[in-house]
């Protein structure tokens, strides 16, 4: 079996027992492929020194420490399945170094920016006082902001969810992630209010009536684009004095991931609560844990000044 054909049956398991999305699964061929085609006789029977060497090429074409890293990663977990499949008897990323990069703290929000933003999107709704299109957008916005912030949702989670989640009116409900993984979120009491008061704006307009999902649109996939939402965002950001440049869904995100911490949350919760698969991930908010650690000495020991 050549390089290409073990690149293709490593794919195949990462599709079928990891159910790994199509994005994941072509950014692993492209980075294989790319280091198969630079080490003489392919990436499979590469030794150390062999991938050691592709590593300084891709540093000295000025490819940053984190796509380095990238590359290595896949090529470690490529050869930890040909030494687990028996196609190799040893594994040559065994010893070798990962780039050292900085890994960048995630934009957030304070808890008082982000009730500005909560805030200024229920007095839009609330000023909302017919069918016409800005007062449906103000309620459908209102809706997104207050769920985005109640379940930390991704963003293509929150503008594909199914009508069915503000039909209930449950406390809890399951979402679909990456990886065609479930997992359950909450929805707070402000957030169900707001998709109850979208709900029903929503059936008073016939396009929207037999759509299964909850923000609809005239879209290739029937549900609201996440590049229109982003748009509706930093509007309403600027709207309640907030630098806009500092405001996406991914930042409201981060912002529930963060404030959890702040307050007490486990960090293993929050993975859960945003569907990491691994707590690795989680673990680029530990300087919130950390900060909340230097408080609580500073707040309760005796011999703190």
């Known amino acids: 079996m050549n390089s290409a054909a073990r690149i293709e049956a490593f794919l195949e398991m990462l599709s079928a027992e990891r159910g790994a999305a199509e994005n994941t699964l072509s950014s692993y061929r492209r980075d294989l492929e790319d280091a198969s085609g630079a080490i003489d006789?392919?990436?499979?029977?590469?030794?150390?020194?062999?991938?050691?060497?592709?590593?300084?090429?891709?540093?000295?074409?000025?490819?940053?420490?984190?796509?380095?890293?990238?590359?290595?990663?896949?090529?470690?977990?490529?050869?930890?399945?040909?030494?687990?499949?028996?196609?190799?008897?040893?594994?040559?990323?065994?010893?070798?170094d990962s780039p050292r990069k900085g890994r960048p703290l995630p934009k957030t929000m304070s808890e008082?920016?982000?009730?500005?933003?909560?805030?200024?999107?229920?007095?839009?709704?609330?000023?909302?006082s017919s069918d016409d299109g800005d007062s449906l957008a103000s309620l459908?916005?209102?809706?997104?902001?207050?769920?985005?912030?109640?379940?930390?949702?991704?963003?293509?989670?929150?503008?594909?969810?199914?009508?069915?989640?503000?039909?209930?009116?449950?406390?809890?409900f399951m979402v679909r992630g990456k990886g065609d993984k479930e997992r359950m979120v909450p929805l707070s009491a402000k957030a169900r209010a707001a998709m109850k008061t979208w709900l029903a704006a929503r059936a008073r307009v016939p396009a929207f009536a037999d759509s299964p999902f909850l923000f609809p649109a005239a879209s290739d996939s029937g549900y609201l684009s996440r590049q229109v939402f982003a748009r509706d965002l930093k509007g309403l950001a600027a709207r309640a004095g907030i630098a806009s440049a500092k405001i996406s869904p991914h930042v409201l995100r981060h912002a529930f991931a963060s404030h959890l911490l702040q307050n007490g949350a486990d960090l293993r919760a929050v993975q859960q609560l945003l569907g990491h698969a691994d707590i690795s991930t989680t673990q680029i908010y530990t300087h919130v844990l950390e900060e909340r650690l230097v408080r609580l000495v500073n707040d309760h020991h005796p011999l703190a000044d």
């Open 41 to 96: 006789g392919g990436l499979a029977g590469a030794a150390a020194a062999d991938i050691r060497t592709y590593l300084d090429d891709i540093a000295a074409r000025g490819f940053a420490a984190t796509s380095q890293a990238r590359k290595l990663s896949a090529i470690r977990q490529f050869f930890k399945f040909l030494y687990a499949e028996g196609l190799r008897g040893d594994d040559p990323t065994g010893t070798l």
């Open 112 to 128: 008082a920016d982000t009730g500005r933003l909560i805030d200024r999107a229920a007095l839009e709704a609330g000023d909302a």
């Open 140 to 172: 459908r916005l209102h809706a997104l902001v207050e769920v985005l912030y109640a379940t930390g949702l991704r963003v293509s989670e929150l503008v594909g969810l199914p009508v069915t989640v503000a039909q209930r009116d449950d406390r809890f």
